[in-house]
């Protein structure tokens, strides 16, 4: 376990290839335990955010999680904390069979085979695919590929869980299963979420992103209203 606060972020900038200025100065602390969601427009910044959380881009500025600065050098010990649910499923699915899939993160951490194994079977129980081990990931549906990355999230016990829009794809079943899952879990979460309902029965705090920057830190239910985030709420009642 690592001490307080468990993901530090001063000042960070980020600017893609191509000149977009993704990040223009983001501060953000977690703690231990605490979930997180964040919300804001489409192209505001929130995936780029988390991608700096385990080193995946690295922009101006100091990100420290576990009070380990993200840097070449951590970065091992920095993506063994760090668990990152991508937006896109297939850019974490590529192993050739569903199991092994998940199976990989045990196994490349130096897990006996059989024990790899076996925790995989298990996360893949955990989000409702226990089935599917012998399948081909890229002959699945989008929904069940979210599940197997899940899976493959989650059998490597990080401290910290990061979810880049979890719900979708997943049908209304699978989103209670998921809420229910996320709630039984301990560790802390930050979560990009457009589905607010995701937010509400998560997370109690929100970071609400605009063009780059956190405009607005407080209570979840707070945000939404502040930002007419409610997909609910029907305009002009
Ligand atoms: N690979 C890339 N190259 C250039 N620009 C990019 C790249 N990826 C994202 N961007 C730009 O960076 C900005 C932030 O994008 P980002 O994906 O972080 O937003 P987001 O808040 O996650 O949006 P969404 O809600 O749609 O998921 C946008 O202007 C986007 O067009
Ligand atoms: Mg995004």
Same mark, same amino acid.
């Given at each position: 376990?690592?001490?307080?606060?468990l993901?530090?972020?001063v000042?960070?900038?980020?600017?893609?290839?191509?000149?977009?200025?993704?990040l223009?100065?983001?501060?953000?602390?977690?703690?231990?335990?605490?979930t997180?969601?964040?919300?804001?427009?489409?192209?505001?910044? /929130?995936?780029?955010?988390?991608l700096?959380?385990?080193?995946?881009?690295?922009g101006?500025?100091?990100?420290?999680?576990?009070?380990?600065?993200?840097?070449?050098?951590?970065?091992?010990?920095?993506?063994? /904390?760090?668990?990152l649910?991508?937006?896109d499923?297939?850019?974490?699915?590529?192993?050739?069979?569903?199991?092994?899939?998940?199976?990989?993160g045990?196994?490349?951490?130096?897990?006996?085979?059989?024990?790899?194994?076996r925790? &995989?079977?298990?996360?893949?129980?955990?989000?409702g695919?226990?089935?599917?081990?012998?399948?081909a990931p890229?002959?699945?549906?989008?929904?069940?590929?979210?599940?197997?990355?899940?899976?493959?999230?989650?059998?490597?016990?990080?401290?910290?869980?990061?979810?880049?829009?979890p719900?979708?794809?997943?049908?209304?079943?699978?989103q209670r299963?998921?809420?229910?899952?996320?709630?039984?879990?301990?560790? &802390?979460?930050?979560?990009a979420?457009?589905?607010?309902?995701?937010a509400?029965a998560? &997370?109690?705090?929100?970071?609400?992103?605009?063009?780059?920057?956190?405009v607005?830190?407080?209570?979840?239910?707070?945000?939404?209203?502040?930002?007419?985030?409610?997909?609910?709420?029907?305009?002009?009642s």
């Amino acid at each position: 376990m690592c001490g307080e606060p468990l993901i530090e972020v001063v000042n960070l900038r980020f600017r893609y290839e191509d000149g977009t200025a993704a990040l223009d100065g983001v501060d953000f602390r977690l703690s231990a335990s605490e979930t997180v969601a964040l919300l804001g427009p489409n192209g505001s910044g /929130k995936t780029t955010f988390l991608l700096h959380l385990n080193g995946l881009l690295q922009g101006e500025g100091e990100v420290r999680v576990c009070g380990l600065k993200v840097e070449k050098q951590n970065l091992a010990a920095i993506r063994r /904390k760090v668990g990152l649910l991508f937006q896109d499923p297939d850019e974490q699915l590529f192993m050739p069979s569903v199991l092994e899939d998940v199976a990989f993160g045990p196994l490349s951490a130096g897990v006996p085979p059989e024990e790899a194994l076996r925790r &995989a079977r298990q996360a893949l129980a955990q989000v409702g695919m226990a089935e599917a081990c012998d399948r081909a990931p890229y002959h699945l549906s989008a929904g069940e590929k979210r599940r197997v990355a899940l899976a493959g999230v989650l059998v490597a016990e990080p401290e910290v869980l990061i979810l880049d829009e979890p719900t979708t794809y997943l049908d209304p079943p699978g989103q209670r299963d998921l809420v229910a899952l996320l709630r039984r879990l301990p560790q &802390a979460k930050i979560i990009a979420t457009h589905d607010v309902n995701l937010a509400r029965a998560l &997370a109690q705090r929100a970071v609400f992103f605009e063009r780059g920057r956190i405009v607005s830190d407080g209570p979840v239910e707070e945000l939404i209203e502040r930002f007419g985030w409610d997909t609910s709420a029907a305009s002009g009642s």
